[in-house]
T-cell receptor
Framework: GAVVSQHPSWVICKSGTSVKIECRSL??????MFWYRQFPKQSLMLMAT?????????EQGVEKDKFLINHASLTLSTLTVTSAHPEDSSFYIC???????????????FGPGTRLTVT | RKEVEQDPGPFNVPEGATVAFNCTYS??????FFWYRQDCRKEPKLLMS???SGNEDGRFTAQLNRASQYISLLIRDSKLSDSATYLC?????????????FGQGTTLQVKP
């Protein structure tokens, strides 16, 4: 099946610093990638939809200036958590939609996630 | 009301048992439905898509009732390795955006 990688797998940073997370589709092209956040014992919450070559679409309540998303190529999207605070500590997961997933097919492939801890 | 609702459980069952999970969704325009499995501190993995006619994959059977906006997952002959959280997932809109809405998940613990 399709493979999506994320880097780093975990990161610890100090409050006020910025952290960049990379999401790569390894064996397919993804015009659309999605960024999710999951707090302990809660479900995945979509943060934003990242479209290659255009601005990301953010979900209600997600600050676009705090969570910067760049999708410069068909295989790479990045999420930068700017001025991170302890409440940003969470499990960040990306997913990528196969370019061939059109006509009603919504299958997405998830990366292994990045566990962010802000101290 | 949550867009996708599931009983969080946990469901504690012995090996070999049959267990069923239910899920309801609020957006009648949803077109695609899935069950994902998530192990502790891991990413979700697609278990199966759910089709209107119902579909089966080995010990797993998924059913969809569009009129009631209800989805189910049946696991027969439970194995210890089935212990995980099962996520009910629907696409959020009728357009081809690919946006997925996740339920809270139902936790299953299969005991020896």
């Amino acid at each position: 099946g399709a493979v999506v990688s994320q880097h780093p797998s975990w990161v610890i940073c100090k409050s006020g610093t910025s952290v960049k997370i990379e999401c790569r589709s390894l064996d397919f092209q993804a015009t659309t990638m999605f960024w999710y956040r999951q707090f302990p014992k809660q479900s995945l919450m979509l943060m934003a939809t990242s479209n290659e070559g255009s601005k990301a679409t953010y979900e209600q309540g997600v600050e676009k200036d705090k969570f910067l998303i760049n999708h410069a190529s068909l295989t790479l999207s990045t999420l930068t958590v700017t001025s991170a605070h302890p409440e940003d500590s969470s499990f960040y997961i990306c997913s990528a939609r196969d370019l061939t997933g059109t006509g009603g097919s919504y299958e997405q492939y998830f990366g292994p996630g990045t566990r962010l801890t802000v101290t | 009301r949550k867009e996708v609702e599931q009983d969080p459980g946990p469901f504690n069952v012995p090996e070999g048992a049959t267990v069923a999970f239910n899920c309801t969704y609020s957006n009648s325009a949803s077109q695609s439905f899935f069950w994902y499995r998530q192990d502790c501190r891991k990413e979700p993995k697609l278990l199966m898509s759910v089709y209107s006619s119902g579909n089966e994959d080995g010990r797993f059977t998924a059913q969809l009732n569009r009129a009631s906006q209800y989805i189910s997952l049946l696991i027969r002959d439970s194995k210890l390795s089935d212990s995980a959280t099962y996520l009910c997932v629907v696409n959020g809109f009728s357009s081809n955006t690919g946006k997925l809405i996740f339920g809270q998940g139902t936790t299953l613990q299969v005991k020896p």
